[in-house]
């Protein structure tokens, strides 16, 4: 039986892309949905709009612990979008191109903002990397 303590809150992510992650990010919503994980697709704009508006939503989630909020965003690189969503706080947003950088990033870092590059990511990769930043739990220092 499981401890009630342990128990970890549902999960939703926000999502968004500038025009060159647009079709990553796509991909990566209908594979977060088909693990029935609750999404929430901002849609496409520019890299700092994006970026921003998913910072902005996930910092005032993070006050409430009955569901975990993370963020997934794409651009070019994914540098631009992490950067406008960590000026929020509460946010730590990391570009992963590997499983390795997501894993670091989610267990040392507590990412919890992923952003990807859609110039440089397949969707294969993507997924992969998508997989070990949801299934990788923060080890607090």
Do not use: H, Q
């Not at 991909?27 to 849609?43: K, T, W």
């Not at 975990?68 to 000026?87: M, Q, S």
């Amino acid at each position: 039986m499981a401890d009630s303590a342990t128990t970890s809150p549902p999960l939703k992510i926000i999502s968004g892309a500038d025009s060159f992650g647009a079709e990553l990010k796509d991909a990566m919503v209908s594979y977060l949905r088909s693990l029935n994980i609750e999404v929430e697709d901002l849609g496409t704009t520019s890299y700092y709009n994006i970026g921003a508006e998913v910072g902005r939503r996930v910092s005032s989630a993070t006050t409430s612990p009955a569901v975990e909020t993370r963020g997934l965003l794409a651009c070019g690189t994914g540098v631009g979008v992490a950067i406008f969503a960590n000026k929020f706080p509460g946010v730590f947003a990391s570009t992963c191109l590997t499983r390795g950088e997501a894993r670091n990033n989610r267990s040392i870092n507590n990412c919890n903002v992923l952003a990807l590059s859609g110039m440089s990511t397949s969707i294969d990769t993507a997924k992969e990397i998508v997989d070990t930043w949801l299934n990788t739990p923060f080890k607090s220092p």
